[in-house]
């Protein structure tokens, strides 16, 4: 079955510093994405990055990159240069195989950046 | 632009009682959906639909009812509340289905304790 797996219930970091959240899932669709999205604590959801399992390059927004490993079927999305406002819930998420209406979350992590 | 809007807010029901909650979505988005997210979790998809009159179950469909008569109103129907309904609600709008590159784009949530 498709699940993702996101190991880090919680982390601290020192403001400024670079921060990786892992993302490993496993899934037998051959054809997928990754999906990061954010969600402070004024709780809304917030879209940061997509790839492709086909894209060449690995996806950049901003700050924001995707460590795109599919051999060992891990998507960590890093954090440059890490800012208070990163303080937030950070879930990884896929569509499922079967019904790409669905995507199949992670159960997040939860990132504090310390001033 | 207002997005993705939701009510209420928030919401204490007691077991037996039906309530509906609202979503508006002003980006012209053919995709709608609802997710529950339960403490510490990531999102279960409930309903979503495809456009005006066309909804269809996700993965936890059961207690719930939807309906989609205009391309901008998505309200979901909670029968019978139960305590096993306590949780965040999002309702999310996209132009394209989850799985190609799109955007989710989320509302604020509606909070809901069944007691």
């Known amino acids: ?115 | 632009n207002a997005g993705v809007t939701q009510t209420p807010k928030f919401r204490i029901l007691k077991i037996g009682q039906s309530m509906t909650l609202q979503c508006t979505q002003d980006m012209n988005h053919n995709y709608m959906y609802w997710y529950r997210q339960d403490p510490g979790m990531g999102l279960k998809l409930i309903y979503y639909s495809v456009g005006a009159g066309i909804t269809d179950k996700g993965e936890v469909p059961n207690g719930y009812n939807v309906s989609r008569s205009t391309t901008e109103d998505f309200p979901l129907r909670l029968e019978l509340a139960a305590p096993s309904q306590t949780s965040v609600y999002f309702c999310a709008s996209s132009w394209k289905l989850a799985g190609a590159y799109n955007e989710q784009f989320f509302g604020p949530g509606t909070r809901l304790t069944v007691l």
């Open chain 1, 1 to 115: 079955a498709q699940k993702i797996t996101q190991t880090q219930p919680g982390m601290f970091v020192q403001e400024k510093e670079a921060v990786t959240l892992d993302c490993t899932y496993d899934t037998s669709d051959p054809s997928y994405g990754l999906f990061w999205y954010k969600q402070p604590s004024s709780g809304e959801m917030i879209f940061l990055i997509y790839q492709g399992s086909y894209d060449q390059q690995n996806a950049t927004e901003g700050r924001y990159s995707l460590n795109f490993q599919k051999a060992r079927k891990s998507a960590n999305l890093v954090i440059s240069a890490s800012q208070l406002g990163d303080s937030a819930m950070y879930f990884c998420a896929m569509p499922h195989k079967d019904s790409n209406y669905q995507l199949i979350w992670g159960a997040g992590t939860k990132l504090i950046i310390k001033p």
